[in-house]
């Protein structure tokens, strides 16, 4: 009896929380308003908005609501995005190309009802236009619309490309090719790859010179980037010329790994003059305990497969040589998600032919593009949702 009183109390409470929560029935877009439909009474106090920043977006968290079911807002694209966010916050994210502040309000007389003013540049199309029934121009606007959008998300996602060494710094020599010529072809090609897609990109070199380190990671904080990559090429001694090729990507780590510990000796070696030991440490110390570490590692591992995709579908046996983490110094002092790619050996004779391929250098190029923005769009869903 006692047992069966329990069950039914509880029977009744959730019954009673179940009902104390609102739901999300219905989303549509009328006169550049976002008209949002409760099943229950809106209750303003229980709607928080804020903004966030790179991009811009308007976030609005419904509190203590469902959405009825995962349908809605699905129409709206990218251009409105609508998830049940926590258990009873549903999240609606308006993005936008610049910050725009609206005032949201319930109309008079509707209780059920919530109206959200969108941003005017990405409000419905003209109704002239839509109420035109002709199928292809329908077509012809979406397309339109679905362009804009693309172009304008990354806008301001600003990516630093440092090719690496320069100068009187060669980098590694085989064949008597120079690294400091290969990376600065890539970097050109990965210039246009990420333009392309709609990136802003700043180039730490253009020509051949050289820079010293803390100008090529300040040059990323001056302009604010969201990502870093710096690009480089691999070299072993001769005795080993013939066995070791492949394409490998770092994050800033301190490893134990001997191998990552010898490829980052050589590649530190023209930018470490002058630095001593004691200063080095607390630089090292100081970036290995920030956050952007594991952003660094998704971001190598989004690139790094990508490399692989792009250049095994065209040629045969590249070696995967993964991801790792190394010291190098070019990363420190970087205070964003920075990688180092080693785009492949140019002390292995058939790989260093290669490389100078522009086919290959381009395969290179979209590989490292596609995973910056595989990268950076499932960080903003991160971020969203
Ligand atoms: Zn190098």
Redesign the pocket.
């Known amino acids: 009896m006692k047992l069966l009183k329990i069950l039914f109390l509880l029977l009744l409470g959730s019954t009673f929380l179940f009902s104390s929560v609102n739901r999300l029935k219905k989303v549509d877009i009328v006169k550049g308003e976002l008209r949002l439909k409760f099943t229950g009474t809106c209750d303003k106090k229980q709607i928080k908005h804020f903004t966030l920043s790179k991009p811009y977006r308007r976030v609005f968290d419904l509190q203590n609501t469902r959405l009825s079911h995962n349908g809605i807002g699905k129409k709206f694209n990218t251009r409105v995005r609508i998830a049940q966010y926590k258990p009873n916050t549903v999240r609606i994210v308006i993005p936008h190309d610049k910050p725009y502040s609206c005032t949201p309000y319930k109309p008079l007389f509707t209780k059920t009802l919530y109206h959200i003013p969108l941003p005017k540049s990405s409000s419905v199309l003209p109704a002239k236009r839509y109420k035109k029934p002709k199928e292809k121009l329908k077509e012809k606007l979406k397309k339109r619309v679905k362009k804009v959008y693309t172009s304008r998300s990354h806008k301001y996602d600003l990516i630093v490309i440092d090719a690496?060494?320069g100068g009187h710094d060669s980098?590694?020599i085989g064949g008597g090719k120079r690294?400091k010529d290969l990376?600065l072809q890539i970097a050109k090609r990965l210039e246009k790859q990420l333009k392309k897609r709609g990136y802003p990109v700043y180039m730490t070199r253009k020509k051949d010179r050289f820079l010293k380190l803390h100008q090529r990671t300040k040059i990323a904080d001056k302009k604010n980037a969201v990502v870093f990559i710096s690009i480089?090429?691999n070299s072993v001694p001769k005795k080993k010329r013939h066995k070791i090729q492949g394409v490998e990507t770092f994050f800033l780590q301190k490893t134990r790994d001997a191998r990552s510990q010898r490829i980052a000796a050589r590649?530190n070696k023209s930018v470490l003059k002058g630095t001593n030991k004691l200063s080095r440490n607390v630089i090292l110390d100081s970036v290995l305990s920030g956050p952007k570490i594991v952003q660094s590692n998704k971001l190598a591992i989004d690139v790094q497969r990508r490399i692989m995709t792009n250049l095994r579908s065209r040629y045969k046996g590249v070696r995967d040589g993964g991801v790792r983490h190394a010291p190098f110094w070019v990363l420190v002092g970087a205070s964003r998600p920075s990688i180092l790619v080693e785009v492949g050996y140019i002390s292995h004779p058939k790989e260093r032919k290669r490389l100078f391929t522009p086919r290959y250098q381009e395969l290179i190029a979209k590989g490292i593009a596609e995973g910056v923005d595989n990268y950076l769009d499932n960080r903003k869903k991160e971020i969203d949702f």
């Open positions: 690496g060494h980098g590694a690294e990376v480089h090429a590649e």
